[in-house]
Nanobody
Framework: QVQLVESGGGMVQAGGSLRLSCAAS????????MGWFRQAPGKEREFVAA????????NYADSVKGRFTISRDNAKATLYLQMYSLKPEDTAVYYC???????????????????WGQGTQVTVSS
């Protein structure tokens, strides 16, 4: 089992940048594929980005491709999401999640992640 804690959210103007972090407890972080998801008010949780166990395979939603970068540091048991050129439509609560089964890839399906953090709010003003 792993516990996940997100940080780094905040309020930023359109065009700005933020870096989210997700700190994982336990020694098994490197065994999981990891993902970032987001949920805006009144909307379903949606996929943002995913990364496999060693970081050599990544996957992005079309809406963030070219603007966001997912990465991980297994030695620090931490997942990152660097966000550039933020838009008001990026406003949401951002969650990190861990998938222990498909460690070799990064899936985009909410249902395939077993462990979730509590979320961090990102607000982008126009």
């Amino acid at each position: 089992q792993v516990q996940l804690v997100e940080s780094g959210g905040g309020m930023v103007q359109a065009g700005g940048s933020l870096r989210l972090s997700c700190a994982a407890s336990g020694r098994t972080f490197s065994r999981y594929a990891m993902g970032w998801f987001r949920q805006a008010p009144g909307k379903e949780r949606e996929f943002v980005a995913a990364i496999n166990w060693n970081g050599d395979s990544t996957n992005y939603a079309d809406s963030v491709k070219g603007r966001f970068t997912i990465s991980r540091d297994n030695a620090k048991a931490t997942l990152y999401l660097q966000m550039y050129s933020l838009k008001p439509e990026d406003t949401a609560v951002y969650y990190c999640a861990a998938d222990p089964e498909r460690w070799y890839s990064g899936t985009s399906y909410v249902s395939e992640y077993d462990y979730w953090g509590q979320g961090t709010q990102v607000t982008v003003s126009s």
